[in-house]
T-cell receptor, first 110, second 113 residues
Framework: EAQVTQNPRYLITVTGKKLTVTCSQN?????MSWYRQDPGLGLRQIYY???????DKGDVPEGYKVSRKEKRNFPLILESPSPNQTSLYFC?????????FGSGTRLTVV | GENVEQHPSTLSVQEGDSAVIKCTYS??????FPWYKQELGKRPQLIID?????GEKKDQRIAVTLNKTAKHFSLHITETQPEDSAVYFC????????????FGQGTRLTINP
């Protein structure tokens, strides 16, 4: 079954404590991206990757890092989380049939 | 860059009536316009899309129209049912090696029985 798997689903952390949200896909898609969803703002792209070792900033990259060492994995890294990064995060892959989103990670930074 | 505006932010209709959600985009190079449905607590899922060489596309009770000159596109849901209640997002992109989607702000649709 084609899947985009994100972990964890829920995370509560404290300001400044580094964290990583993992994303893995089994569809061999080249294009992967991270979005955050906030009420009234829709989905905004954080970072994207067009292939292994090729990443670039989206519209709201500040405070985030990514890496793409393998085609299937695209982790999102928050080196020093702050409360304004409290949000719902989605990883997505893209094919000719559009985007496939992961199940989401609800992050709370206190 | 591309900017997508979506209206209304909330919409409440009686079961069986029609619902229309409208979006405008700014980049005339955009050529792909998908719509996503997000049920409560779940991921967005593609429900219909349209490309710029087509003015209208229909899939059962759902249709999308595109006006390239005015740079706006709309989602039409007919004979609404309670399971249509969800948040709907429009998006736009122009092919640049990969399709970066820029999303609208979302519309929360509520179907009243």
């Amino acid at each position: 079954e084609a899947q985009v798997t994100q972990n964890p689903r829920y995370l509560i952390t404290v300001t400044g404590k580094k964290l990583t949200v993992t994303c893995s896909q089994n569809m061999n898609h080249e294009y992967m991206s991270w979005y955050r969803q906030d009420p009234g703002l829709g989905l905004r792209q954080i970072y994207y990757s067009m292939n292994v070792e090729v990443t670039d900033k989206g519209d709201v990259p500040e405070g985030y890092k990514v890496s793409r060492k393998e085609k299937r994995n695209f982790p999102l890294i928050l080196e020093s989380p702050s409360p304004n990064q409290t949000s719902l995060y989605f990883c997505a892959t893209q094919s000719n049939y559009g985007y496939t989103f992961g199940s989401g990670t609800r992050l709370t930074v206190v | 860059g591309e900017n997508v505006e979506q209206h209304p932010s909330t919409l409440s209709v009686q079961e069986g009536d029609s619902a229309v959600i409208k979006c405008t985009y700014s980049d005339s190079a955009s050529n792909y316009f998908p719509w996503y449905k997000q049920e409560l607590g779940k991921r967005p899922q593609l429900i219909i899309d349209i490309r710029s060489n087509v003015g209208e596309k229909k899939d059962q009770r759902i249709a999308v129209t595109l006006n390239k000159t005015a740079k706006h596109f709309s989602l039409h849901i007919t004979e609404t049912q309670p399971e249509d209640s969800a948040v709907y997002f429009c998006a736009a992109s122009s092919y640049q090696g990969a399709q970066k989607l820029v999303f609208g702000q979302g519309t929360r649709l509520t179907i009243n029985p």
